[in-house]
């Protein structure tokens, strides 16, 4: 079974900063089952990244995805305060524990 | 408008069962691949249950032989009959519509607003 290690785990940063997220899978996994999701409060998730890198329909092009085999990140390049949310990967049916950005 | 929508969901006591529904609209719920996916107070998501469009079904380890997944294609609905609840079953319940591409699972890419389910006596 594959288990998805996301950190940090809360992440407080300004508006205007670079926030870098990660999630570490505990073997290596296929890159096209790799997805990313928002999530604010009070909200259903929504399907940020699929396929490691692509973006889903919605978002700017401020967010992207990275990575391979065991190791993908989630990159917010220039922080809004409209990003502040809980982020999970993903890997075909298990989640990571999410992390937590904090908007300054 | 794609969406979905879940009810059914309530107070109930541990031991007991209840139905959950997922009315689609906007596409077919049979052409698709189905889940659930739930999400205790406070914690992260945890997958429960898929429909496949062909017919298969896939339960999560710790809902399998006391959850059921199923469709009502002329309802355009997806459900789950949940039996011999425990407090830890007490989440938010989604259904999401899975996203291929070929054989390629590229996420969840369609959301419920979820439904409340409180296990509790």
């Known amino acids: 079974e594959i288990v998805l290690t996301q950190s940090p785990g809360t992440l407080s940063l300004s508006p205007g900063e670079r926030a870098t997220l990660s999630c570490r899978a505990s073997?290596?996994?296929?890159?096209?089952?790799l997805a990313w999701y928002q999530q604010k409060p009070g909200q259903a998730p929504r399907l940020l990244i699929y396929?490691?890198?692509s973006r889903a329909t919605g978002f700017p092009d401020r967010f992207s995805g990275s990575g391979s085999g065991t190791d993908f990140s989630l990159t917010i390049s220039r922080l809004e305060p409209e990003d502040s949310a809980v982020y999970y990967c993903q890997q075909y049916r298990t989640f990571g524990q999410g992390t937590k950005v904090e908007i300054k | 408008e794609v969406q979905l929508v879940e009810s059914g969901g309530g107070l109930i006591q541990p031991g007991g069962s209840l139905r959950l529904s997922c009315a689609a609209s906007g596409f077919t719920v049979s052409s698709n691949y189905m889940s659930w996916v739930r999400q205790a107070p406070g914690k992260g998501l945890e997958w429960v249950s898929v429909f496949y469009s062909g017919g298969s079904t896939y339960y999560a380890d710790s809902v399998k032989g006391r959850f059921t997944i199923s469709r009502d294609n002329s309802k355009n609905t997806l459900y789950l009959q949940m039996n011999s609840l425990r407090a830890e079953d007490t989440a938010v319940y989604y259904c999401?519509?899975?996203?291929?591409?070929?054989?390629?699972?590229?996420?969840?890419?369609?959301w419920g607003q979820g439904t409340t389910v409180t296990v509790s006596s």
């Open positions: 396929g490691a890198s």
């Open positions: 073997q290596s996994v296929s890159s096209s089952y």
């Open positions: 999401a519509r899975d996203k291929y591409s070929g054989y390629d699972f590229y996420g969840m890419d369609v």
